[in-house]
């Protein structure tokens, strides 16, 4: 099971204590005591694994090493080891102490969470000529303790989305080989499944259900991972009894979520084309089209239809290619000011 949500307490190490020390050579009586080391710092890291949260999901806490006391002969305490946080690319990161949001979004990207204490002075720092014999020292300060919620959303460039039972990881897995289960059941299955075509990566959105905005089912558990998504392709079942209301349903339900939604690029296909005969397939067309909605029959059973699926996702990948390649200037270009 994908785990997605989770709360985690984090907590930076706390910085060692100075140490009270005094030299023992003769005539050489002065301070020597060292400074403790100051606490870990604890980072989160982003990596590829979706389901890296699963790791954290029985922990309520987690800490950075503590600093070590500082010691005689001027010996300061070692400073204690970073923690880092393995967490999936596409994680928004909420303080729950102050609300502040932080989006961790690449690869290898790191966010600090939480700083360690500094460690405390020894008592050589406090040494002067009118207090040759010192013995002041601090106490290592306590490292930064701060509760917060780990929010995965997927980040993909092709996002499945419909109504349960439309056929999504019938399609994914004839593209990526992804191996999604598949059953022809009208409910939602529980959490997403990815698959890369090539340099796209494909994610099959749990089917919605009327009201998901509001809570119903998993909806606003799945609706999220829509936001992150480039390209939506929109699969309406063929064999539906109404099929311009399944589509609506869905359209409102991302609309009602956040109208940044009806913004994205999307392509509506109308799939399990084989489960109808001809003369049905046409008609839903036109129903389709007659609501303003252009609509393409799919079935993952048929080549031509895959082809131009293929064909379609080729023109994204090369579109997307193209925006991510390094400009290169003309050998004549005038200096630009950025």
């Known amino acids: 099971m994908l785990i997605d949500?989770?709360?985690l307490e984090v907590a930076g190490g706390n910085g060692g204590k100075g140490a009270v020390a005094f030299s023992k050579v003769r005539l050489v009586k002065g301070p020597t005591g060292g400074d403790g080391g100051s606490g870990g710092n604890v980072y989160a890291e982003g990596i590829s694994d979706i389901n890296a949260?699963?790791?954290y999901a029985s922990r309520r806490e987690v800490h950075a090493d503590n600093g070590r006391d500082g010691r005689g002969k001027n010996l300061d305490g070692k400073r204690g080891e970073d923690l880092i946080i393995k967490i999936p690319a596409g994680t928004r990161i909420t303080n729950l102490h102050n609300g502040y949001v932080q989006e961790l979004t690449d690869i290898g990207q790191k966010i600090l969470l939480a700083g360690g204490g500094m460690g405390g002075k020894g008592n050589f720092k406090y040494r002067s000529a009118i207090n040759t014999t010192p013995l002041e020292f601090q106490t290592g300060l306590p490292g930064d303790r701060i509760t917060f919620q780990f929010e995965l959303r997927l980040?993909?460039?092709?996002?499945?989305?419909g109504l349960p039972n439309a056929g999504k990881s019938s399609l994914l897995n004839e593209l990526t080989r992804a191996q999604s289960k598949v059953a022809n059941y009208a409910f939602t299955t529980l959490e997403p499944s990815?698959?890369?075509?090539?340099?796209?990566?494909?994610?099959?959105?749990?089917g919605l259900i009327e009201g998901a905005s509001e809570g119903k089912g998993l909806g606003t558990k799945f609706l999220r991972h829509i936001e992150r998504t480039g390209t939506l392709f929109h699969l309406v079942a063929a064999d539906s009894e109404d099929v311009v209301r399944d589509y609506k349903v869905i359209r409102g339900e991302l609309e009602a979520y956040s109208e940044s939604l009806m913004n994205k690029k999307e392509y509506v296909f109308l799939s399990k084309s084989d489960m109808v005969d001809?003369?049905?397939?046409?008609?839903?067309?036109a129903q389709l089209k007659k609501a303003g909605i252009k609509a393409s029959p799919l079935s993952v059973i048929d080549s031509e239809h895959m082809a131009l699926i293929k064909k379609l996702l080729n023109e994204i990948k090369d579109h997307k290619l193209a925006v991510a390649a390094p400009l290169v200037p003309e050998e004549k270009a005038e200096p630009r000011d950025w």
Not at 155 to 161: H, T
Not at 194 to 206: K, N
């Open 5 to 7: 949500d989770i709360q």
């Open 53 to 55: 949260l699963a790791n």
């Open 155 to 161: 980040i993909a460039d092709i996002g499945l989305i």
């Open 194 to 206: 990815l698959g890369a075509y090539y340099e796209l990566i494909l994610a099959d959105i749990p």
């Open 278 to 285: 001809a003369d049905e397939l046409k008609d839903k067309i």
